[in-house]
């Protein structure tokens, strides 16, 4: 079993920043890859970005690519989204995945994860 818990929401004013952070505990952290997935009011959760066990390997999304930076620091077992130059359409509530299948180095795909924490909100005003 992983619990992962998501901190570092708020609200926050177009074109300014903020650092999501979620902790794991259960299970060795360097053994999982981890994704952050968002979701919209009214909308379906859609990917943002994923890391490989190691991080070496990042995958955005088209929308966030060049703004939000994800990164992880497994001593602290801990997986960041650094969001910058935030924009109103980045509202939302933003959630970490972690996955363990051992064909997969990085995902989009949310079938994929294994585990997920309860979700943080973003909301950026304009």
């Known amino acids: 079993q992983v619990q992962l818990v998501e901190s570092g929401g708020g609200l926050v004013q177009a074109g300014g920043s903020l650092r999501l952070s979620c902790a794991g505990s259960?299970?060795?952290?360097?053994?999982?890859?981890m994704g952050w997935f968002r979701q919209a009011p009214g909308k379906e959760r859609e990917f943002v970005a994923t890391?490989?066990?190691?991080?070496?390997?990042?995958v955005y999304a088209d929308s966030v690519r060049g703004r939000f930076t994800i990164s992880r620091d497994n001593a602290k077992n801990t997986v960041y989204l650094q969001m910058n130059s935030l924009k109103p359409e980045d509202t939302a509530v933003y959630y970490c995945a972690a996955g363990f299948n051992t064909m997969v180095v990085v995902t989009t795909t949310p079938d994929k994860y294994d585990y997920w924490g309860q979700g943080t909100q973003v909301t950026v005003s304009s």
């Open positions: 890391i490989s066990r190691g991080g070496s390997n990042t």
């Open positions: 259960g299970r060795t952290f360097s053994t999982y890859y």
